[in-house]
């Protein structure tokens, strides 16, 4: 069964030793990944989140779960979030952290979202709007180094996983949804309804990849890419790469500053994680990243893929990135929210192409 969920656990099961989530000091095993989403599942379930309707009672455009926005920077919860809001069989709802209030409430109103999982950072916000949010019923708050205070009513989130369950999620379903909002940028944002087992094979598996589960934990157990994606995790592209890389038993690393891009905060990480994919976004990525490399050399050995994903790279910034990473490889990589993965294309030195892959 390809469920997001039931994937993640069964590659846990086979790989529980090997990291699956580093972030600062932070670094976390399959195993402990397992039993933190496992927990967020049971606080959600316990507050009554879960899946109310089946998909075959549904028209298409409608849900039948609840959903839980995820209201954050780059970091452990992001994935980790949406982990356990499917093991709960609720729907994650990627939130963009730079909307304003007017934004926010429409955003929230739209998705009917009846949790919130939030930076502290981000607590004043919610504190002018939360009274014209009446059907969110659960805020959990992360501790960010904000020095913000709880917010009125709002459950810290470590001292509320420390609290639940570690209850092995239960009657989960192909028909699950993954909800990807979008931007806004043609209108209003608008959520973006798929199956699971329909967005495991259009946008979470690298092509070669055999879709079934026993395949997947094969792969997985031989597998040990480490992963950066570095645009935000609000964005389907950096999230679709994480889920790719898991789904091969990867580990994913997150940048030490994910609030803005700092292109020696980047190639450090990749340096001292020995990270082998990182992804970007186009030449706005790329040309300060490149220019970071003129400041000071890093070991950048262990690098062999640079996917750009969402904006093609130019080629003039390839050959610099070919030049400047000996035997870097670079994904084109196409896609949409409503589509899935389109097309990649692969770049090597000497001015080579080929059709692409993830890994």
Same mark, same amino acid.
């Given at each position: !069964?390809?469920?997001?969920?039931?994937?993640?656990?069964?590659?846990?099961?086979?790989?529980? $030793?090997?990291?699956?989530?580093?972030?600062?000091?932070?670094?976390?095993?399959?195993?402990?990944? *397992?039993?933190?989403?496992?927990?967020?599942?049971?606080?959600?379930?316990?507050?009554?989140?879960?899946?109310?309707?089946?998909? #075959?009672?549904?028209?298409?455009?409608?849900?039948?779960?609840?959903?839980?926005?995820?209201?954050?920077?780059? @970091?452990? =919860?992001?994935? $980790?979030? !949406?982990?356990?809001?499917?093991?709960?069989?609720?729907?994650?709802? %990627?939130? %963009?952290?730079?909307?304003?209030?007017?934004?926010?409430?429409?955003?929230?109103?739209?998705? $009917?979202?009846?949790?919130?999982?939030?930076?502290?950072?981000?607590?004043?916000?919610?504190?002018?709007?939360?009274?014209?949010?009446?059907?969110?019923?659960?805020?959990?708050?992360?501790?960010?180094?904000?020095? =913000?205070?709880?917010?009125?009513?709002?459950?810290?989130?470590?001292?509320?996983?420390?609290?639940?369950?570690?209850?092995?999620?239960?009657?989960?379903?192909?028909?699950?949804?993954?909800?990807?909002?979008?931007?806004?940028?043609?209108? &209003?944002?608008?959520?973006?309804?798929?199956?699971? #087992?329909?967005?495991?094979?259009?946008?979470?598996?690298?092509?070669?990849?055999?879709?079934?589960?026993?395949?997947?934990?094969?792969?997985?157990?031989?597998?040990?890419?480490?992963? &950066?994606?570095?645009?935000?995790? !609000?964005?389907?592209?950096?999230?679709?790469?994480?889920? %790719? !890389?898991?789904?091969?038993?990867?580990?994913?690393?997150?940048?030490? %500053?994910?609030?803005?891009?700092?292109?020696?905060?980047?190639?450090?990480?990749? #340096?001292?994680?020995?990270?082998?994919?990182? *992804?970007?976004?186009?030449?706005?990525?790329?040309?300060?990243?490149?220019?970071?490399?003129?400041?000071?050399?890093?070991?950048? +050995?262990?690098?062999?893929?640079?996917? +750009?994903?969402?904006?093609?790279?130019?080629?003039?910034?390839?050959?610099?990135?070919?030049?400047?990473?000996?035997?870097?490889?670079?994904?084109?990589?196409? @896609? +949409?929210?409503?589509?899935?993965?389109? @097309?990649?294309?692969?770049?090597?030195?000497?001015?080579?192409?080929?059709?692409?892959?993830?890994?």
């Amino acid at each position: !069964m390809l469920n997001l969920a039931v994937i993640h656990e069964a590659i846990a099961e086979a790989i529980p $030793e090997r990291e699956c989530l580093v972030h600062r000091d932070r670094r976390f095993s399959w195993a402990q990944v *397992t039993d933190r989403s496992r927990r967020l599942g049971d606080l959600l379930r316990s507050n009554g989140l879960g899946c109310h309707r089946s998909r #075959e009672d549904l028209s298409n455009w409608d849900s039948g779960q609840d959903h839980v926005g995820l209201y954050l920077y780059n @970091g452990i =919860e992001f994935l $980790e979030g !949406m982990l356990g809001t499917f093991k709960a069989r609720a729907a994650p709802i %990627n939130v %963009n952290y730079r909307y304003v209030d007017e934004e926010l409430v429409y955003l929230f109103e739209n998705a $009917e979202a009846k949790a919130v999982i939030f930076h502290a950072c981000f607590a004043p916000t919610l504190a002018r709007i939360r009274q014209r949010l009446p059907g969110i019923r659960l805020w959990l708050q992360v501790e960010d180094g904000s020095g =913000e205070p709880l917010l009125d009513g709002a459950l810290d989130y470590e001292e509320a996983l420390a609290s639940a369950s570690p209850t092995p999620p239960r009657d989960l379903s192909p028909d699950d949804l993954y909800v990807l909002y979008t931007g806004g940028t043609t209108g &209003m944002p608008k959520g973006v309804l798929w199956r699971q #087992e329909d967005i495991f094979g259009a946008a979470l598996t690298p092509r070669g990849v055999e879709r079934n589960l026993a395949s997947l934990v094969e792969r997985a157990k031989r597998e040990g890419i480490r992963a &950066m994606p570095a645009p935000p995790f !609000m964005h389907g592209a950096a999230h679709w790469v994480a889920f %790719n !890389m898991w789904h091969v038993g990867g580990t994913i690393v997150v940048q030490s %500053n994910p609030r803005r891009l700092d292109p020696d905060d980047i190639w450090s990480t990749i #340096e001292r994680e020995r990270v082998n994919a990182l *992804t970007i976004v186009g030449d706005a990525f790329a040309r300060p990243l490149l220019d970071g490399l003129e400041k000071r050399d890093y070991d950048l +050995s262990s690098l062999r893929l640079l996917t +750009s994903s969402g904006a093609v790279l130019a080629a003039a910034l390839k050959d610099e990135f070919l030049r400047a990473v000996p035997g870097l490889r670079i994904l084109d990589a196409l @896609g +949409s929210s409503e589509s899935g993965q389109q @097309g990649s294309q692969i770049s090597r030195s000497g001015g080579k192409t080929s059709s692409g892959d993830f890994v």
